[in-house]
């Protein structure tokens, strides 16, 4: 496979001596993003720093892992922040001392495991598309490390976490209503920049672990070594024989038949939504069986607004707005269609949790505390 570079692509823009020049390019270029399939799967570290250095208005650091390992106190057990399905992901802080020209942050810095589910492929689909793509509800990419077998991405720093430990953490005050229609909302705009990207992304893997809070309650999609580009001109979807993701959110179009679109991720962010609605997983095995499996149980009654209340998360403790709650139940009905059709776009999606933001938390019923009294 030949070897694209952005060179190759827009020579003509090529140039850029300057941050004046760089910013002109911006302007007046016809920018035209690079896609996954345009480049070699196995690209060396040298073909990466050209790729990303050339990557318009959003230039990528080059890390060693010596400066890593400063960062991170030489990835001390005590900075870890978490283990994905990539590896673990350490908290660090990098300024000018470590590399010119950075500023001083925190930072998260995300390590291979090499004896992991992903590899090489993952890692250079982080750089590909969050080294092109930059929306204030996708999460930043600083850089990267490509040093023999490691294989390294330093992100911004993101302070709460992620939505699956704010949601199901056991013992901690429950997330408000309207904290909950903030991130929905936020990942709802992230997921719609990258299905009307100019070359549609598809995420497929959208899920409570990969969306980041900031120290407000922003919603960053994070996590895109799975990403794969949509289908161009009359195609209505992708195929892949190779099934990604995280049990109990792919849509079932995907499951079965392979078929990848932008409406697999709307059934995947219907699969959040009801998440958020319960306070519930997707898949919990300590439930009982008939309440196991999320969708089956709960979305026959998110039409209902009578049975409404047996899907509401209880430790709202009633408080949130009747109306609005019925309409995120609709939402999240259609989200989670069995024929994607019917999905709506996440655009409407936008639209939708948008008017429903100004509603403020209510009680919609009393909520009484009984004392149980100890039997002495």
């Known amino acids: 496979m030949t070897k694209i570079t952005w060179k190759s692509i827009i020579p003509s823009c090529y140039k850029t001596k300057s941050k004046v020049e760089e910013e002109e390019v911006s302007k007046h ?16 570290p040298k ?7 050339s990557f318009v208005g959003s230039k990528l650091y080059t890390f060693t892992l010596e400066e890593l390992k400063e960062a991170t106190h030489n990835f001390s057990w005590s900075n870890m922040l978490g283990e994905g399905g990539f590896g673990p992901v350490y908290k660090g802080f990098v ?36 080294g092109q793509l930059r929306h204030s509800h996708l999460v930043k990419l600083i850089g990267y490390c490509c040093e023999e077998k490691n294989r390294l991405l330093v992100y911004e720093y993101m302070p709460r976490g992620s939505l699956e430990n704010q949601l199901f953490r056991r013992y901690s005050s429950s997330m408000p ?35 980041l809070l900031d120290s407000d309650y ?24 190779r099934i990604m993701g995280t049990k109990g959110y792919a849509a079932p179009e995907y499951v079965m038949a392979g078929h990848l679109s932008t409406k697999s991720d709307v059934y995947s962010y219907g699969v959040v939504l009801l998440e958020l609605l319960t306070g519930k997983r997707v898949v919990d095995r300590s439930r009982p069986s008939r309440e196991r ?24 403790e009633g408080q949130f707005p009747m109306k609005g709650a019925v309409k995120v139940a609709a939402l999240t009905h259609k989200c989670l269609s069995h024929n994607p059709n019917p999905r709506p776009s996440m655009r409407d999606v936008v639209k939708t949790l948008e008017s429903l933001q100004d509603f403020d938390d209510v009680f919609i019923a009393p909520f009484v505390y009984v004392a149980v009294s100890e039997k002495k």
């Not at 016809?30 to 799967?41: A, E, H, K, N, P």
């Not at 919603?219 to 979807?237: M, N, R, V, W, Y």
């Open 29 to 44: 270029c016809s920018f035209q993003r690079l896609c996954l399939s345009d480049v070699s799967i196995t690209s060396s």
């Open 218 to 241: 922003t919603a960053k999609l994070s996590d895109f070594g799975l990403a794969k580009d949509g289908p161009e001109g009359e195609e209505t979807h992708v195929t892949t024989t």
């Open 47 to 53: 073909d990466i720093e050209d790729l990303s250095t």
């Open 293 to 316: 499996s999320l969708v089956e149980w709960g979305r026959p009654m998110l039409r209902d607004q009578r049975k409404l209340h047996h899907v509401m998360d209880p430790r709202l």
């Open 95 to 130: 300024d000018d001392n470590l590399k010119r020209g950075l500023k001083a942050q925190s930072v998260a810095v995300k390590r291979l495991d090499l004896e992991g589910l992903q590899g090489h492929r993952e890692w250079l689909a982080e750089i590909i598309f969050l």
């Open 177 to 211: 209503w309207s904290t909950r229609m903030k991130i929905a909302l936020g990942a709802a705009k992230g997921l719609a920049f990258l299905h009307e990207a100019d070359k549609p992304v598809i995420y497929r893997d959208f899920k409570t672990s990969n969306i």
